[in-house]
C-alpha cells in the first residue's frame, strides 16, 4: 500500500480540494492516482457507486501514487466495511446516514457525512462530528446558503460537493468554514474512459492554482 502521510482529514484541509470519481474501469485506477498526484492533487474520493469501485481502490492503495484513498457514496456499514478493506481512510455519505455513522465511530474510522439543513447538522452534532459535506450544494442554495448555515454552525468544517465547477470554485473555498470542495469535474468520467490523463491532470492543475490564488 501506499499510505497518505497526513490524516485524511488534514490532507483535505491542505488541498482544500477532492476529486470526487465515480469509476468503472478499475484498470484506469492506478494511473488515475498518479494523474492527480502529479497534479498537485494526491488525495481521491472513489464513490461505491459504480461495480468497479472496490478493485478500484484497491489499485490505488497498492499503487505507486503515495494519495489519500477515501471512499464516497458509502450507504451502508457494510459497504463501510469494503471501503476500509479495500484501503479507504476516509468514509464519506451522501446523507447523514446513522447506521453508517454509528458504524464508523465504533471502528475509529473517520466519516465525514452528507448534510443541507440544520436538522441534520445538529443530529451529526450529537454524534460529536465536526466535519461534514455539504451535499448537493449548488441544488440546495450553494454559496449562499452555506454561508447562511455557518453563522449558526461555525463550529463545523463543511465540504460543499455536487454543482461545483471552475466557475463557483473560488467563492466556495473564499467561505472560512469550507474544509475542501467536492467534485467530479476535475476527472470526468469521460476523460477516465478515454484513458484522457494528461486532460485530467491539466484539469486538477487548474482547480489547484485557484486555491493557490486565494492563499496569496
Ligand atoms: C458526489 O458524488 O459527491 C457528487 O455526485 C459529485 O457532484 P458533481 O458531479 O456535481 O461534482
Given at each position: 500500500m501506499a499510505p497518505s502521510s497526513a490524516h485524511p482529514v488534514e490532507a483535505c484541509r491542505q488541498h482544500r480540494l477532492v476529486p470526487v470519481i465515480a469509476i468503472k474501469e478499475a484498470d484506469a485506477a492506478a494511473d488515475l492516482a498518479a494523474a492527480l498526484a502529479g497534479g498537485g492533487l494526491p488525495i481521491v474520493e472513489i464513490t461505491m457507486r459504480t461495480e468497479a469501485a472496490a478493485a478500484a481502490m484497491r489499485k490505488i492503495a497498492s499503487g505507486g501514487a503515495k494519495v489519500t484513498?477515501?471512499?464516497?457514496?458509502?450507504?451502508?456499514?457494510?459497504?463501510?466495511?469494503?471501503?476500509?478493506?479495500?484501503?479507504?481512510?476516509?468514509?464519506?455519505?451522501?446523507?447523514?446516514?446513522?447506521?453508517?455513522?454509528?458504524?464508523?465511530?465504533k471502528q475509529d474510522v473517520p466519516v465525514v457525512p452528507g448534510v443541507c439543513t440544520p436538522t441534520e447538522i445538529e443530529a451529526a452534532r450529537n454524534y460529536g462530528l465536526k466535519y461534514l459535506k455539504f451535499f448537493p450544494a449548488e441544488a440546495y442554495g450553494g454559496v449562499k446558503t452555506l454561508k447562511a448555515l455557518s453563522d449558526v454552525y461555525s463550529a463545523f468544517s463543511f465540504m460543499p460537493t455536487g454543482g461545483i465547477n471552475p466557475q463557483n470554485l473560488a467563492e466556495y473555498l473564499k467561505l472560512p468554514v469550507v474544509l475542501a470542495c467536492g467534485g467530479s469535474w476535475m476527472a470526468p468520467g469521460d476523460l477516465i474512459h478515454q484513458r484522457k490523463f494528461e486532460a485530467i491532470q491539466t484539469l486538477v492543475k487548474e482547480a489547484v492554482a485557484t486555491v493557490a490564488s486565494l492563499s496569496r
Open positions: 484513498l477515501m471512499a464516497g457514496t458509502v450507504t451502508t456499514p457494510e459497504q463501510a466495511q469494503i471501503a476500509v478493506d479495500c484501503g479507504a481512510e476516509l468514509v464519506i455519505s451522501p446523507g447523514l446516514n446513522t447506521r453508517v455513522v454509528e458504524w464508523c465511530l
